[in-house]
């Protein structure tokens, strides 16, 4: 592995057990090689990737894709902030009962920058997505729920989750409650500003989720929904010629058009 861990000399890995070493070090830069490329979890780890600890500061993704990881959970460990930067995953599994995909602590915040992260969380207890303070920046998200406890978001410590400049297809249709918080815990705090999310639930339930504009707005949900959350915090439900539209978007104080 090159480099030394500091910021100006990040470590460079060459393969997935060395990113594993170089992203638990304390307090290391780490950067991944430029011009993208794929860690392929089928082939490395099918039975299951486990617990992946961070230790280090940061994370230069490059556009490097962590492709199918299965019951994979990225966890923090000494206290500090830590940023991740263009750094993919894509089309993970996430089925035990107890873990989340991301998951920050209360001293330790998780902040994601222009990352792309899909694929399908199912879950049966008090997991989510995202946990504990992780920030979301110009990020991609879509992931399938299943389960009886379908949430995005979940905090302790009373440490709020945020997204901005986000565009987020969530779909709920797997989900076997007929009624839950599906975005995050009853009473949990989290806000996207300036974000796009698309909503799909099963139309045969009565599913519910929470946003957060200044204190929490419940939103009953039946079949498919495009809500906009402009910047004061404001969500607007639009259509899906509305959402094409950047004219009606900036009327509405919405600054960027969703594509597709």
Same mark, same amino acid.
């Given at each position: 592995?090159?480099?030394?861990?500091?910021?100006?000399?990040?470590?460079?890995?060459?393969?997935?057990?060395?990113?594993? #070493?170089?992203?638990?070090?304390?307090?290391?830069?780490?950067?991944?090689?430029?011009?993208?490329?794929?860690?392929?979890?089928?082939?490395?780890?099918?039975?299951?990737?486990?617990?992946?600890?961070?230790?280090?500061?940061?994370?230069?993704?490059?556009?490097?894709?962590?492709?199918?990881?299965?019951?994979?959970?990225?966890?923090?460990?000494?206290?500090?902030?830590?940023?991740?930067? @263009?750094?993919?995953?894509?089309?993970?599994?996430?089925?035990?009962?107890?873990?989340?995909?991301?998951? &920050?602590?209360?001293?330790?915040?998780?902040?994601?920058?222009?990352?792309?992260?899909?694929?399908?969380?199912?879950?049966?207890?008090?997991? &989510?997505?995202?946990?504990?303070?992780? *920030?979301?920046?110009?990020?991609?998200?879509?992931?399938?729920?299943?389960?009886?406890?379908?949430?995005?978001?979940?905090?302790?410590? *009373?440490?709020?989750?945020?997204?901005?400049?986000? #565009?987020?297809?969530?779909?709920?249709?797997?989900?076997?409650?007929?009624?839950?918080?599906?975005? &995050?815990?009853?009473?949990?705090?989290? &806000?996207?500003?300036?974000?796009?999310? %698309?909503?799909? #639930?099963?139309?045969?339930?009565?599913?519910? #989720?929470?946003?957060?504009?200044?204190?929490?707005?419940?939103?009953?949900?039946?079949?498919?929904?495009?809500?906009?959350?402009? @910047?004061?915090?404001?969500?607007?439900?639009?259509?899906?010629?509305?959402? %094409?539209?950047?004219?009606?978007?900036?009327?509405?104080?919405?600054?960027?058009?969703?594509?597709?």
């Amino acid at each position: 592995m090159n480099g030394t861990g500091t910021q100006t000399t990040p470590y460079i890995p060459e393969n997935w057990g060395e990113f594993v #070493t170089a992203v638990g070090t304390t307090g290391a830069y780490v950067s991944l090689p430029e011009g993208g490329g794929t860690f392929n979890m089928n082939e490395i780890a099918p039975a299951g990737v486990g617990e992946i600890k961070i230790n280090c500061a940061e994370i230069n993704g490059n556009g490097w894709t962590i492709h199918s990881p299965y019951n994979m959970e990225i966890s923090v460990g000494s206290a500090m902030t830590r940023n991740i930067y @263009s750094l993919n995953i894509t089309n993970f599994l996430n089925e035990r009962s107890g873990g989340n995909l991301i998951c &920050a602590g209360e001293d330790s915040p998780v902040n994601l920058h222009n990352c792309r992260i899909s694929g399908k969380k199912i879950s049966s207890g008090n997991h &989510a997505v995202f946990a504990n303070g992780v *920030y979301l920046n110009s990020c991609g998200i879509n992931i399938a729920f299943g389960g009886n406890e379908c949430r995005l978001f979940k905090h302790a410590y *009373y440490r709020r989750n945020w997204g901005y400049f986000c #565009t987020a297809q969530l779909d709920y249709t797997g989900c076997t409650a007929d009624f839950s918080y599906n975005t &995050a815990r009853d009473g949990d705090s989290f &806000a996207f500003d300036n974000s796009f999310l %698309r909503i799909v #639930t099963n139309p045969d339930k009565t599913q519910k #989720t929470a946003f957060y504009s200044g204190s929490v707005n419940d939103i009953a949900l039946i079949g498919s929904k495009n809500i906009v959350i402009d @910047s004061s915090g404001t969500s607007h439900e639009v259509t899906d010629e509305q959402v %094409r539209n950047p004219a009606y978007l900036n009327s509405i104080g919405f600054p960027i058009a969703a594509e597709g």
